[in-house]
């Protein structure tokens, strides 16, 4: 089954830097790659996703990258504020059919003000 | 529209016992996926419902259960609770139609065994 694996397990910038979370994924077949948000105590927020059929995608300060021949998707924030900080999940799925997502581990992202 | 929502938020078990949890999609979401919360194992996915069915399923013992009602809310039991067991139950509905299946999540059920 599909494995996938994120990188760092923790990271703390200051507040105005960029971010980056890495994230690789085993199943080639995989076409669809969600990123999450969540804070403490909440629910899981979608925060951009990517199908495999583009190379990028950006939405305000968020961006993703996906590079499917290395199999593996990228995170990125600029100009991070105190809000950011949260645990996000990178996942991935088949799609079409198989709404199943296989998640990461997780990146704890902490802004220092 | 609402969001997805879950209930109860809360529940305290003992071993053996067993749980049902209930969770309400997004009006006009078809399908209805489970996920298992842990600190030890993340997020892992339990299994997925679309029109009343089981479509897929992840790898946990068959004490872990669900289905799915016509009005596509659904609910999952688990029987002979153990303490590993312990854990934020997560639900997440989508529309399922086509590349239109983003996944949205709801608030949780923060299930504790005893």
């Known amino acids: 089954g599909e494995n996938v694996e994120q990188h760092p397990s923790t990271l703390s910038v200051q507040e105005g830097d960029s971010a980056v979370i890495k994230c690789t994924y085993s199943?080639?077949?995989?076409?669809?790659f969600p990123w999450y948000k969540q804070e403490l105590g909440k629910r899981p927020q979608l925060i951009i996703d990517?199908?495999?059929?583009?190379g990028e995608k950006k939405d305000q300060r968020i961006a993703v990258t996906l590079n499917k021949t290395a199999k593996h998707f990228s995170l990125h924030i600029t100009e991070t504020q105190p809000e950011d900080s949260a645990v996000y999940f990178c996942a991935a799925s088949k799609n079409f059919g198989n709404e199943k997502l296989t998640f990461g581990t997780g990146t704890r992202l902490t802004i220092i003000p | 529209k609402a969001g997805v929502t879950q209930t109860p938020r809360y529940l305290i078990k003992t071993r053996g016992q067993q749980v049902t949890l209930s969770c309400s999609p997004i009006s006009g979401h078809r399908s209805v996926s489970w996920y298992q919360q842990t600190p030890g194992q993340g997020l892992q996915f339990l299994f997925e419902?679309?029109?009343?069915?089981?479509?897929n399923k992840g790898n946990f013992p068959g004490r872990f259960s669900g289905r799915q009602f016509s009005n596509s809310r659904s609910e999952m039991n688990v029987s002979t609770l153990e303490l590993g067991d312990s854990a934020l139950y997560l639900c997440a509905s989508s529309l399922a139609k086509g590349w239109t299946d983003t996944q949205y999540f709801g608030p949780g059920t923060r299930l504790t065994v005893l």
């Open positions: 990517i199908r495999s059929n583009v």
């Open positions: 419902y679309f029109s009343e069915t089981q479509r």
């Open positions: 199943d080639s077949a995989s076409n669809y």
